[in-house]
């Protein structure tokens, strides 16, 4: 892994297929790590599943992520699925140590996402290691993306009490914004 990660250490084993039209190809990677280390982070029994189908008519995926992260629960899911023309993830779901993260969204034909997303991350180090870097701290609230005169706006609100990454602390209290055109 460190050769294509620098903050990683160990192996992994994959198996990745398709089948079907070009114009509907269906496809299925899985990645399997035993042990591994990222970012200074214990990984074991890591099991990362993608599978969909690209049909420009009616895409269709799953992502499956399950394993231990320090010795605690690794389980993300997230279904996409496309009926009567809208694309959308019903249901998306993380759970990474103590940290929760769920949420809903439609996407529109140029793919801009509308719904909303909650997350309360009491121990940001953990997902911070699943990008392979270093931060600690906490937050937790919500982001909900709308669409409005044919553009995206994200609201979000959300409070922690700290974010440290590479010896720079940011002291939070609450954390209210509204992106818009995206």
């Given at each position: 892994?460190?050769?294509?990660?620098?903050?990683?250490?160990?192996?992994?084993g994959f198996?990745?297929?398709?089948?079907?039209?070009?114009?509907?190809?269906?496809?299925?990677?899985?990645?399997?790590?035993?042990?591994?280390?990222?970012?200074?982070?214990?990984?074991?029994?890591?099991?990362?599943?993608?599978?969909?189908?690209?049909?420009?008519?009616?895409?269709?995926?799953?992502?499956?992520?399950?394993?231990?992260?320090?010795?605690?629960?690794?389980?993300i899911n997230?279904?996409?699925?496309?009926?009567?023309?809208?694309?959308?993830?019903?249901?998306?779901?993380?759970?990474?140590?103590?940290?929760?993260?769920?949420?809903?969204?439609?996407?529109?034909?140029?793919?801009?996402?509308?719904?909303?997303?909650?997350?309360?991350?009491?121990?940001?180090?953990?997902?911070?290691?699943?990008?392979?870097?270093?931060?600690?701290?906490?937050?937790?609230?919500?982001?909900?993306?709308?669409?409005?005169?044919?553009?995206?706006?994200?609201?979000?609100?959300?409070?922690?009490?700290?974010?440290?990454?590479?010896?720079?602390?940011?002291?939070?209290?609450?954390?209210?914004?509204?992106?818009?055109?995206?």
């Open positions: 892994l460190k050769r294509w990660i620098a903050e990683a250490e160990g192996a992994a198996d990745i297929s398709a089948n079907g039209p070009l114009e509907a190809l269906s496809a299925k990677a899985v990645v399997n790590a035993a042990q591994a280390r990222l970012a200074g982070h214990s990984l074991r029994d890591i099991k990362l599943t993608l599978e969909g189908t690209a049909d420009p008519n009616s895409p269709a995926g799953r992502v499956e992520a399950t394993g231990l992260i320090d010795d605690q629960p690794l389980h997230a279904d996409l699925i496309s009926e009567n023309g809208r694309t959308s993830a019903p249901a998306i779901n993380a759970e990474v140590g103590p940290n929760r993260f769920s949420g809903a969204l439609n996407f529109s034909p140029d793919f801009m996402p509308e719904g909303t997303l909650n997350f309360q991350f009491p121990d940001i180090s953990l997902l911070a290691a699943l990008a392979a870097q270093q931060a600690e701290g906490d937050l937790q609230g919500t982001i909900t993306f709308s669409r409005e005169e044919e553009r995206t706006a994200a609201k979000i609100q959300a409070s922690g009490t700290r974010l440290t990454r590479d010896g720079v602390t940011i002291t939070l209290d609450a954390i209210p914004a509204k992106y818009e055109g995206l």
